[in-house]
């Protein structure tokens, strides 16, 4: 099968692989994204392998061609910094993006494939206690139901919409189950024949599971769960089908100590993963698609990326160190690259 990885980074634009990670390839110089830009996030039209989405400095950008090329998105996201992109699993048309640091942190909604955009509710606050500017670091489309969108906020709460996001409420409270309001990700498995919908909140030091739509929460610290390790970071689903889950846990940021965790239960016991080689900082971002559960990469904060074909159950550290990791995904297509000065190794 041929495929394009794709490494988003934050000082090096996205750096792209068609050949199995054994070259790779900067952005050109004439590109929406500048080369050395900061890319925050990545998405790839489920449908569509070739149309892909990057949330960078420079705005929200489409790429048609595998991730080769980009161009910017117009309306109401033009010029922010995109933090976060969700596409809705039931009409990829539809997407959701997240702004933040150093722009306002805010959401943005797309009903034309990403091609334009409108700022949706609610309003949050240009500051905040933890990281001084919020961040909208998660999106979720529910896959049973496309009118719920949750979101959470870097210092700014978990927040859920139950009308396509005209109207949202916020469900972190002290006096809650989600008592934190540093929310690092959102995830939601689809009910099955033998298991109710499962939605996962993550914030900076704990994980929340939810079997009842959100009614109530079974949270644990991560500290007491993943045998002292606190910070954490994100969570994936495997394949969107699928009742497995991996998590990217550590000791801080950018952290020393940090593992890949895998769920076989929609996220209530997980087990550590063998790694084949000491990461050097807490895994940041992991990448998978639909078209080969097996085929899983996953970044670390400084640079190191990791490679499982066996569905995350063991992982290789590739040969080539990035800048700051910041998203890996993939697509089964592949991408027309082209070598230019200094951009192959």
């Keep these: 099968m041929d495929f394009t990885i794709m490494v988003a980074t934050a000082g090096q634009g996205i750096l792209r692989s068609n050949d199995d990670g054994k070259t790779w390839h900067r952005?050109?110089?004439k590109e929406a994204i500048e080369f050395d830009g900061v890319v925050r996030a990545l998405a790839v039209d489920p449908g569509n392998p070739r149309r892909v989405y990057a949330g960078a400095d420079a705005g929200l950008c489409i790429s048609d061609d595998g991730g080769a090329h980009w161009r910017l998105a117009q309306g109401a996201i033009a010029g922010m910094t995109v933090w976060s992109i969700a596409i809705d699993p039931n009409d990829a048309r539809v997407l959701y993006a997240g702004?933040?640091?150093p722009s306002r942190a805010a959401l943005f909604k797309s009903t034309d494939a990403g091609e334009t955009w409108l700022r949706l509710p609610p309003e949050m606050p240009?500051?905040?206690?933890?990281v001084n500017r919020p961040r909208l670091l998660t999106i979720c489309v529910d896959p049973d139901d496309s009118a719920q969108v949750w979101f959470g906020v870097e210092e700014?709460?978990?927040?859920?919409s139950r009308d396509g996001g005209q109207?949202?409420?916020r469900l972190d409270d002290p006096r809650k189950p989600i008592r934190s309001s540093d929310i690092h990700a959102i995830s939601i498995l689809p009910a099955t024949a033998s298991?109710?919908?499962?939605?996962l909140v993550l914030t900076v030091n704990a994980v929340y599971v939810s079997d009842d739509d959100g009614d109530t929460w079974d949270g644990k610290l991560s500290k007491q769960r993943f045998d002292g390790l606190y910070y954490t970071?994100?969570?994936t689903p495997i394949a969107r089908s699928a009742t497995e889950l991996l998590l990217a846990i550590g000791d801080g940021t950018p952290g020393h100590k940090t593992r890949l965790m895998r769920s076989d239960d929609r996220g209530r016991n997980w087990s550590e993963t063998q790694l084949e080689t000491a990461p050097n900082s807490t895994f940041w971002a992991i990448g998978a698609h639909d078209a080969d559960p097996r085929r899983l990469y996953a970044g670390t904060k400084y640079g190191d990326l990791f490679r499982s074909t066996d569905g995350g159950y063991s992982w290789q550290k590739e040969w080539r160190e990035f800048s700051e990791i910041t998203a890996v995904a993939w697509t089964p297509t592949k991408a027309p690259l082209v070598a230019h000065a200094q951009s192959t190794d």
């Design 27 to 29: 952005l050109g110089l």
């Design 99 to 101: 702004t933040g640091a």
């Design 126 to 130: 240009e500051f905040c206690q933890g």
């Design 156 to 160: 700014g709460g978990a927040w859920r």
């Design 167 to 169: 109207h949202f409420e």
């Design 195 to 199: 298991a109710p919908k499962t939605i």
């Design 233 to 235: 970071r994100t969570v």
